[in-house]
T-cell receptor, first 114, second 111 residues
Framework: EAGVTQFPSHSVIEKGQTVTLRCDPI?????LYWYRRVMGKEIKFLLH????????ESGMPNNRFLAERTGGTYSTLKVQPAELEDSGVYFC????????????FGPGTRLTVL | TQLLEQSPQFLSIQEGENLTVYCNSS?????LQWYRQEPGEGPVLLVT?????EVKKLKRLTFQFGDARKDSSLHITAAQPGDTGLYLC???????????FGKGTRLSVIA
């Protein structure tokens, strides 16, 4: 069974540009989460989808971040316009409904904003 | 405010030694998960504990969930260089709620 995949693995952009990150969860996993780790800090929650619906977006830093999960399959996270403080590693995780919320993580996208 | 305090932050030991990593909180979690992360990769799930007082073993790794479900520990017996990595604890308050992570413990086992 394929794991969670993320694209791209790395992205380097200039301040003010737009970047779109993609996450493909494990097939059949209705829960999809976005997390971010900035340098020196712990991994922090951004957003939670249940199928195509946003269940919790309390962790989104501001309205420059837009996440979508059309059709309840893959998800995208767009940052527009990017700022220096958006640099970090963005992780996607997925889990099945019910159970004990065992989340499986993708390899992450390392975003560098110059 | 850090919800999950993980200690120690760094640990460097000789091969064959034992070690314990702690994860403490003032909050109660419905489940707590331990992950291991290698450079350039995402966290890999090691174990999930859900019952107060629960002990789970994974080869040389022993995981314990506190009776009050506020803390957890990871004990490694006879550490090996292959155990080197970043160990993360993460808790869920209820059901499918997002995980709250500790800052991690970076373990280095020297041959």
């Amino acid at each position: 069974e394929a794991g969670v995949t993320q694209f791209p693995s790395h992205s380097v952009i200039e301040k003010g540009q737009t970047v779109t990150l993609r996450c493909d969860p494990i097939s059949g996993h209705d829960n999809l989460y976005w997390y971010r780790r900035v340098m020196g800090k712990e991994i922090k929650f951004l957003l939670h989808f249940v199928k195509e619906s946003k269940q919790d977006e309390s962790g989104m830093p501001n309205n420059r971040f837009l996440a979508e999960r059309t059709g309840g399959t893959y998800s995208t996270l767009k940052v527009q316009p990017a700022e220096l403080e958006d640099s970090g590693v963005y992780f996607c995780a997925s889990s099945q409904m019910g159970g004990w919320n065992e989340q499986f993580f993708g390899p992450g996208t390392r975003l560098t904003v110059l | 405010t850090q919800l999950l305090e993980q200690s120690p932050q760094f640990l460097s030991i000789q091969e064959g030694e034992n070690l314990t990593v702690y994860c403490n909180s003032s909050s109660v979690f419905s489940s707590l998960q331990w992950y291991r992360q290698e450079p350039g990769e995402g966290p890999v799930l090691l174990v999930t504990v859900v019952t107060g007082g629960e002990v789970k073993k994974l080869k040389r790794l022993t995981f314990q969930f506190g009776d009050a479900r506020k803390d957890s520990s990871l004990h490694i017996t006879a550490a090996q260089p292959g155990d080197t990595g970043l160990y993360l604890c993460a808790g869920a308050m209820t059901g499918n709620t997002p995980l709250v992570f500790g800052k991690g413990t970076r373990l280095s086992v020297i041959a």
